[in-house]
């Protein structure tokens, strides 16, 4: 990428976390890349907005927040379906889509929200049910639990929007599947297959659900790898 612009690329961040969770990555991608991080109401920044639910919302929110084309979407767990819906929405001509540590729409079974009311802890379990992961340094602070209740609590409910909204897209654009080795809920990851008429590939790098984070200089690799490709 020598001598060239370098290649815009937006980062969708997994459930429960804004865009600083991607602070690693950036570090690891060493300004090779314009780095564009989404960040969704209720979260980061903009941690005063009510917490969005529903998919088509969510999706038409990430799209005004890029503004521009990327060259490429990141998107890992949650992020990896609205980075699906984001290039549905764009239709031809989609960037490329780099899904991470998330089983297809097409593969997902329902998410058992009636539990998700019953408080934090029913909240966390159905996360770890469906494959989710909080941060290990939230778990371990009462405070920040209660803090992110909300935030399971709406994301769970997105998850579950994107599944319906998405079970059955098709995208013209290549999908790139990043797995971690240690990641138990990475089951199925061939099947974003069926969400393509493109070019479908899974990549295995180490590392747990919350990959970029296990993982940044592996991820990173894998990105510049498709940009170059």
Same mark, same amino acid.
């Given at each position: 990428?020598?001598?060239?612009?370098?290649?815009?690329?937006?980062?969708?961040?997994?459930?429960?976390?804004?865009?600083?969770?991607?602070?690693?990555?950036?570090?690891?991608?060493?300004?090779?890349?314009?780095?564009?991080?989404?960040?969704?109401?209720?979260?980061?920044?903009?941690?005063?907005?009510?917490?969005?639910?529903?998919?088509?919302?969510?999706?038409?929110?990430?799209?005004?927040?890029?503004?521009?084309?990327?060259?490429?979407?990141?998107?890992?767990?949650?992020?990896?379906?609205?980075?699906?819906?984001?290039?549905?929405?764009?239709?031809?001509?989609?960037?490329?889509?780099?899904?991470?540590?998330?089983?297809?729409?097409?593969?997902?079974?329902?998410?058992?929200?009636?539990?998700?009311?019953?408080?934090?802890?029913?909240?966390?379990?159905?996360?770890?049910?469906?494959?989710?992961?909080?941060?290990?340094?939230?778990?371990?602070?009462?405070?920040?639990?209660?803090?992110?209740?909300?935030?399971?609590?709406?994301?769970?409910?997105?998850?579950?929007?994107?599944?319906?909204?998405?079970?059955?897209?098709?995208?013209?654009?290549?999908? &790139?599947?990043?797995? =971690?080795?240690?990641? +138990? %809920? *990475?089951?199925?990851? #061939?099947?974003?297959? /069926?969400?393509? $008429?493109?070019?479908?590939?899974?990549? &295995?790098?180490?590392? =747990?659900?919350?990959? +970029? %984070? *296990?993982?940044?200089? #592996?991820?990173?690799? /894998?990105?510049? $790898?498709?940009?170059?490709?």
């Amino acid at each position: 990428m020598a001598g060239r612009a370098r290649p815009v690329v937006a980062f969708i961040p997994p459930s429960c976390c804004g865009a600083g969770y991607f602070d690693r990555l950036r570090a690891a991608l060493a300004e090779r890349v314009e780095f564009r991080a989404v960040e969704l109401p209720g979260h980061g920044r903009r941690y005063a907005r009510p917490v969005l639910t529903r998919a088509r919302s969510a999706v038409s929110d990430v799209i005004c927040q890029l503004g521009r084309p990327v060259h490429a979407v990141y998107g890992e767990c949650l992020g990896a379906y609205l980075g699906l819906g984001l290039a549905a929405a764009i239709g031809t001509g989609a960037p490329p889509l780099i899904a991470a540590s998330n089983a297809p729409p097409s593969r997902r079974a329902p998410i058992p929200l009636e539990h998700v009311e019953d408080g934090i802890d029913s909240a966390v379990a159905v996360l770890a049910k469906v494959g989710g992961e909080l941060p290990a340094e939230v778990l371990a602070d009462p405070e920040l639990r209660e803090r992110a209740y909300p935030l399971i609590r709406g994301d769970l409910r997105l998850t579950q929007g994107c599944v319906d909204l998405l079970r059955t897209t098709e995208i013209r654009g290549d999908i &790139h599947v990043l797995a =971690g080795d240690e990641d +138990a %809920a *990475a089951t199925g990851l #061939g099947g974003w297959a /069926a969400h393509t $008429r493109g070019r479908c590939e899974v990549v &295995h790098l180490s590392g =747990g659900h919350l990959l +970029a %984070a *296990a993982d940044p200089h #592996g991820v990173a690799g /894998a990105i510049l $790898r498709i940009l170059e490709a």
